[in-house]
């Protein structure tokens, strides 16, 4: 079961008035692995998760999401099946408790709307979702605090466990390690090592030295076109990507 | 939290008693600002809790009282109580589920003007039609009774009405406890993010939109029946205005605050328009009223029902909210 494909896309692309942001882009991802997507401002990473999730329409290619041709489904129904992510920028509800932030968002995947005569915090499921999510980031001692009150590596914890709340099986992270201590991201790469087991992980990050830790498969994007994509001995040596991108930075 | 169940059953008890302790006058007034404050409710659902908001709900009002009038059965017999609400219930309900499904479909700005424009056009059927009596409106001779119930007689009316508050009050509550309302909630305050949880966040909208408009009718009919006359300034844009008002005076995000919003409101207007207080000035009523609420809006940004909160914070000097202990910069 170690390399079944859980998400893969072919072709994607998508244009903006003239710009093309994401250009020809096909990856797969496979349970067990983390695959991540490096580049610089602007190449399309983030573009790219916004198709795979179904927040932006492709101009054209499809996405297949556990074997089945996704491209028509809506964000909700593509998050319903399975497709989990968390956003570059904070988006939790800030005046919601941590525990109910991860709540609602378990609630997702048990929607019954119409039994109006239950009482949504005492249900038992979705607390129970919430708690075991909200513990896996460690965020135990936070869950009655005010969600807005958190410090930013606080809120980027509860953007995942917000994400690991809706059960995903394939999760795409934009940017989790942004703005963290040294601390907060050890325990954030172990957790994403731990999650890696039992599903397929697309991780869009600029810290190189967490991307070549963790990652079996580095895909690098430059003005939307993947110039490189391999295990991390090959993108680490060839010689495009080390003009176009690592050589900026080493 | 206890002190706001106390306060509200506590406001709830005062109101059943008070037709024994006031006369035919305050309870015709009384009547009047319930029927407000159970309209005021329907649209707090939409816009303090769901995040919408709605310049049309006067439509589903008016719709509410002229459903009774229109389909009484007859100028010599009295319809049933039951009957004729469920009627205007539904009718109201369908034509917020109309006016939803596409309204829904545009956001912000846009929102606001395409339910105003619904609701102009259900004004001007009911204004420029035989179909709904034109400008004059039409009176009801024979009002709704069951059983010994009879609501030509205004302590049932008032009692009715009571019951009617209370009951939209209690299943106002109660829904926004409930999975439901917990999702509206979340709808209101990130629906990017309910969409990317798995959320399909149109369904619920139109479900919420359509409830309103169902409770609106509700009050609509009260409104009708108390008064035994429709006109066609019920489903008007001043209607809709006013009651905008009354939830924000009485501050949004809080159910009881669209009750609270409605009385304020409505003695507020009852204060300027006394001749006793303002003699020959009382004709100018709307500038008083209109200055008071501007203050109001801005020295009390968040409302009538904040107020006791942050009076308790200036006094001790700290903050009440105990889940909110400050740990880093708020977004």
């Not at chain 1, 170690?2 to 710009?19: A, F, P, V």
């Not at chain 1, 087991?197 to 600029?206: D, G, Q």
């Not at chain 1, 991307?211 to 295990?231: D, K, L, Y």
């Amino acid at each position: 079961m170690k390399t079944d494909i859980l998400l893969s896309c072919k072709n994607l692309t998508r244009r903006w008035d003239g710009i093309i942001a994401v250009n020809d882009v096909s990856l797969q991802l496979e349970r067990g692995s983390v695959h991540a997507v490096i580049g610089t401002n602007g190449a399309g990473k983030s573009t790219l998760i916004n198709l795979l999730s179904g927040e932006v329409e492709p101009s054209s290619g499809r996405v297949e999401l556990l074997g089945q041709d996704v491209s028509n489904w809506n964000q909700s129904r593509r998050a319903r099946s399975g497709l989990g992510r968390s956003y570059q920028r904070n988006t939790i509800y800030p005046c919601f408790t941590v525990l109910e932030n991860c709540r609602l968002s378990a609630q997702a995947q048990h929607q019954t709307p119409w039994s109006i005569w239950r009482d949504a915090q005492k249900d038992t499921t979705s607390l129970g979702i919430a708690r075991e999510a909200a513990h896996q980031v460690g965020l135990d001692d936070l869950l009655e605090c005010q969600a807005g009150f958190l410090s930013h590596g606080q809120k980027r914890q509860l953007e995942i466990a917000m994400c690991l709340s809706t059960s995903p099986k394939i999760l795409l992270l934009d940017e989790p390690l942004a703005g963290m201590g040294a601390e907060e991201t050890e325990r954030m790469l172990n957790l994403l090592e731990r999650l890696r087991a039992n599903h397929a992980i697309l991780l869009v990050e600029h810290d190189m030295d967490a991307v070549f830790r963790i990652a079996q498969r580095i895909t690098v994007m430059v003005n939307g076109v993947v110039i490189a994509s391999g295990t991390a001995e090959q993108v680490r040596t060839n010689s495009q990507v080390r003009t176009a991108y690592l050589g900026e930075h080493g | 939290m206890r002190y706001q169940k106390l306060f509200i059953a506590l406001a709830f008890g005062l109101l059943a008693f008070w037709p024994f302790i006031s006369g035919s006058y305050g309870t015709d007034l009384v009547s009047k600002i319930m029927i407000y404050a159970l309209f005021a409710l329907s649209l707090e659902l939409l816009v303090g809790t769901t995040g919408l908001v709605c310049f049309g709900q006067a439509a589903f009002f008016g719709i509410g009282a002229y459903s009774v009038v229109l389909l009484s059965p007859s100028d010599t017999s009295a319809s049933v109580i039951w009957i004729s609400l469920a009627e205007a219930i539904l009718l109201a309900g369908v034509f917020a589920l109309l006016v939803g499904s596409l309204a829904l479909r545009t956001q912000g700005i846009y929102f606001i003007m395409v339910t105003l424009a619904f609701s102009q056009m259900a004004y001007y059927v009911i204004h420029d039609t035989p179909f709904g009596g034109g400008t004059d409106g039409i009176y009801m001779y024979v009002k709704p009774s069951w059983g010994v119930i009879d609501l030509d007689k205004p302590a049932h009316m008032y009692g009715f009405i009571w019951v009617s508050l209370l009951a939209g009050f209690l299943f106002l509550s109660q829904l926004l406890r409930s999975p439901f309302g917990r999702a509206l909630a979340g709808i209101k305050v990130n629906e990017q993010r309910m969409i990317a949880s798995g959320f399909s966040v149109y369904p619920y909208k139109l479900a919420a939109f359509s409830l309103s408009g169902a409770l609106a009718g509700w009050a609509g009919y009260l409104f009708a029946v108390k008064d035994g006359f429709v006109n066609p300034e019920l489903l008007g844009w001043h209607l809709s205005g006013t009651v905008l008002v009354m939830i924000i005076l009485g501050g949004l995000g809080h159910i009881r605050g669209a009750i609270v919003g409605a009385f304020a409101f409505a003695l507020l207007q009852e204060f300027f328009q006394s001749e006793i207080v303002f003699g020959t000035f009382a004709k100018h009523w709307h500038l008083g009223l209109g200055l008071t609420i501007i203050a109001c809006v801005a020295f009390m940004p968040n409302g009538l029902v904040t107020v006791p909160r942050q009076f308790m914070e200036r006094l001790s000097g700290r903050s009440f909210n105990k889940s909110s202990q400050p740990l880093g910069e708020q977004s």
